[in-house]
Nanobody, 116 residues
Framework: QVQLVESGGGLVQAGGSLRLSCVAS????????MGWFRQAPGKEREFVAA????????RYEDSVKGRFTISRVNTKNTVYLQMNSLKPEDTAVYYC?????????WGQGTQVTVSS
């Protein structure tokens, strides 16, 4: 069973930056693709970014392309989401996810709030 713990959320002004981290335990981290999702109040959870288990083929939701960067360090069992040029519409709870063919393991989430 893989456990995922996110950190790095907080309150930031529009145009600012945050870096989210997600540390995995209980499994072989390098076996899993990793992803970030978010859920804003009153909305469904949506895909943000994903990265293969080798750290290749990053994918992004269209609204974050050019602003967010996903990366991973397998020796640290950690995946990151660098978020720049944040907008109020980025406000959400951000979740880390892991899986082989689909995302089956999820963290508890970290709140990101962007003020205008």
């Amino acid at each position: 069973q893989v456990q995922l713990v996110e950190s790095g959320g907080g309150l930031v002004q529009a145009g600012g930056s945050l870096r989210l981290s997600c540390v995995a335990s209980g499994g072989t981290f390098s076996n899993y693709a990793m992803g970030w999702f978010r859920q804003a109040p009153g909305k469904e959870r949506e895909f943000v970014a994903a990265l293969s288990r080798f750290g290749t083929n990053p994918r992004y939701e269209d609204s974050v392309k050019g602003r967010f960067t996903i990366s991973r360090v397998n020796t640290k069992n950690t995946v990151y989401l660098q978020m720049n040029s944040l907008k109020p519409e980025d406000t959400a709870v951000y979740y880390c996810a892991a899986g082989s063919t689909s995302f089956v393991y999820w963290g508890q989430g970290t709140q990101v709030t962007v003020s205008s």
